[in-house]
């Protein structure tokens, strides 16, 4: 029972547009979410991340939103550069509880001039 | 400031041999945590040290593995026998007491494990 999906498994959007990165969860006792960026033979790096109780983050380039009620969030990176080329999770957690993170699948995303 | 290191980087051995790899958290970091990924799929929680103690280990997938932290420094993960189910890339990751100021956990590169 997948309790973070990322049903895109990739994207690929042209340099200088906007990148929206989907991801879905099922468990409405999640309070904290994170994105992690991943390029190949290298681990996880995070991203940003957003509380349950906020709708929007922003650090530079990246944003993220959450829609509670839909529960799902969302990853904006604008505008979008080469760089940003890799793998991209979504994970959450119940920050009262534990210390695990659960994973999404993962988006591909790619950046083309 | 050195990152969380992970030996080896990629490993393969035989069905029903024993492999053990090992993770280095980032000096400092009493949260150690393992992670795996079989191809494609999401990456999945193993378990959590607190220094030398095992706080969470509701991933383990059964009793052919073990963990150890011994002296709450480097951490061990034992598979044996390895079965070809076990295949996949493991994530160590640490973070320091209060990580959830920022809930950031960091990742070392992983081992690529390959069961033939």
């Known amino acids: 029972d997948q309790q973070v999906k990322q049903n895109s498994p990739s994207l690929s959007v042209q340099e200088g547009r906007i990148s929206i990165l989907n991801c879905d969860y099922t468990n409405s006792m999640f309070d904290y979410f994170l994105w992690y960026k991943k390029y190949p033979a290298e681990g996880p790096t995070f991203l940003i991340s957003?509380?349950?109780?906020?709708d929007k983050n922003e650090d530079g380039r990246f944003t993220v939103f959450l829609n509670k009620s839909a529960k799902h969030l969302s990853l904006h990176i604008v505008p979008s550069q080469p760089g940003d080329s890799a793998v991209y999770f979504c994970a959450a957690t119940l920050v009262k509880n534990t210390d695990k993170l659960i994973f999404g699948t993962g988006t591909r995303l790619q950046v083309f001039p | 400031e050195a990152g969380v290191t992970q030996f080896p980087s990629h490993s393969v051995i035989e069905k029903g041999q024993t492999v053990t790899l090992r993770c280095d958290p980032i000096?400092?970091?009493?949260?150690l945590y393992w992670y795996r990924r079989v191809m494609g799929k999401e990456i999945k929680f193993l378990l959590h040290?607190?220094?030398?103690?095992?706080?969470?280990e509701s991933g383990m997938p059964n009793n052919r593995f073990l963990a150890e932290r011994t002296g709450g420094t480097y951490s061990t993960l034992k598979v044996q026998p390895a079965e070809l189910e076990d295949s996949g890339v493991y994530f160590c990751a640490s973070s320091q007491e209060g990580w959830r100021r920022n809930y950031e956990q960091y990742f070392g590169p992983g081992t690529r494990l390959t069961v033939t």
């Open positions: 957003i509380s349950s109780i906020k």
């Open positions: 000096s400092g970091h009493d949260n």
């Open positions: 040290f607190v220094k030398e103690s095992k706080q969470d």
